[in-house]
């Protein structure tokens, strides 16, 4: 696993040059200040409904190549959080205990949310994993990725799409291209389907931070 996530004051500054401030709404004063109360070793995230996943994705890089999103995956922004991993109804929230979740490589993503929730964590959100890798790009490895279980598409009729979205690093084939090599990727794979070069990332917790509403 990479080391320790860097300090809040430094994730806020990363967020603030990467201009994801203005995207949220919010002035960099109010992100610094978020992260001034939070405490040692947590994530800051903006919320999902400030900064969208198809925006955050391009902002990844990996060996000079920066981030992209599938191409059949044109509706990632509406990948919604499941009950149980709904995050603060503030612009910005931290979230806790965030790790990787190699140990349930080749679980599938129905196999791996129980055991998950049973452990009293709570899977990550899409947008979560992509600030996750903004502020610790080095947490994604070659045949040790990740899903982000915690966003799932709803169908009118209330169930769940058969997708899960993933983040890992592309191999530069088929559609995505061979300039896209080793680029971070945000992808999709069932819900059944077993992967060994993914786990499942989760987090302990999430709690809100700064005075602004989602």
Not at 5 to 18: K, T
Request: hydrophobic fraction near 45%; glycine fraction near 10%.
């Amino acid at each position: 696993m990479p080391a320790p996530l860097p300090v809040l004051a430094e994730q806020a500054d990363r967020l603030v040059a990467l201009g994801l401030h203005e995207v949220a709404g919010l002035t960099a004063g109010q992100v610094r200040a978020a992260a001034e109360t939070g405490a040692p070793g947590a994530l800051l995230v903006m919320h999902r409904d400030r900064v969208r996943p198809s925006v955050l994705a391009p902002l990844l890089s990996r060996e000079g190549r920066a981030g992209f999103v599938v191409e059949d995956m044109t509706d990632v922004d509406a990948f919604a959080p499941i009950d149980g991993a709904v995050p603060p109804p503030s612009a910005l929230y931290l979230v806790h205990g965030v790790e990787r979740g190699d140990a349930m490589a080749n679980w599938s993503p129905d196999e791996a949310l129980p055991a998950i929730t049973a452990a009293s964590r709570t899977p990550l959100l899409l947008s979560e994993g992509l600030f996750w890798l903004l502020q610790q790009p080095e947490a994604l490895e070659r045949n040790r990725c990740f899903m982000t279980i915690g966003s799932r598409l709803r169908k009118a009729n209330g169930s769940l799409d058969a997708r899960t979205p993933a983040l890992w690093i592309s191999n530069g084939t088929g559609r995505d291209g061979a300039a896209r090599r080793h680029a971070p990727k945000v992808g999709w794979c069932w819900a059944g389907n077993r992967h060994t070069w993914l786990g499942f990332a989760s987090a302990a917790r999430r709690s809100p931070v700064g005075a602004v509403a989602a």
